[in-house]
């Protein structure tokens, strides 16, 4: 059971890596769709939230203004995160 749990947090750690390696050093468009491959493979991905405001810092350019519009992938990843665990409920085929 240890050992299982271990492995199941080794592959979470290891897909946040890379995750945040594409954020890094490919275009947003990439980022967005290996973060939405990850946030279906594993049951909760809440990191999915936290990147998305990485993606906000590295391709938006966030300042410290207050303006709302600034935090787009943030705003539209914490939707889709909501969105994807309603549809993780109702899915008959996804079983994890």
Same mark, same amino acid.
């Given at each position: 059971? *240890?050992? @299982?749990?271990?492995?199941?947090n080794m592959k979470r750690i290891l897909l946040d890596i890379i995750l945040l390696l594409v954020i890094i050093m490919l275009p947003w468009e990439v /980022?967005?769709?290996? &973060?939405? +491959?990850?946030? #279906? $493979?594993?049951?909760? !991905? =809440?990191? #999915?939230?936290? !990147? &998305?405001?990485?993606?906000?810092? #590295?391709? /938006? &350019?966030?300042?410290?203004?207050?303006?709302?519009?600034? $935090?787009? %992938? =943030? @705003?539209? +990843?914490?939707?889709? !995160? *909501?969105? /994807?665990? %309603? *549809?993780?409920?109702?899915?008959? +085929?996804?079983?994890?």
């Amino acid at each position: 059971m *240890l050992k @299982l749990l271990i492995i199941n947090n080794m592959k979470r750690i290891l897909l946040d890596i890379i995750l945040l390696l594409v954020i890094i050093m490919l275009p947003w468009e990439v /980022s967005v769709l290996v &973060g939405l +491959f990850i946030l #279906f $493979y594993l049951k909760s !991905f =809440t990191e #999915f939230i936290l !990147f &998305g405001l990485i993606l906000d810092i #590295f391709h /938006s &350019g966030v300042s410290l203004q207050s303006n709302i519009s600034a $935090y787009r %992938f =943030t @705003l539209a +990843f914490i939707v889709i !995160f *909501l969105i /994807s665990y %309603f *549809l993780k409920k109702r899915l008959k +085929f996804y079983s994890r």
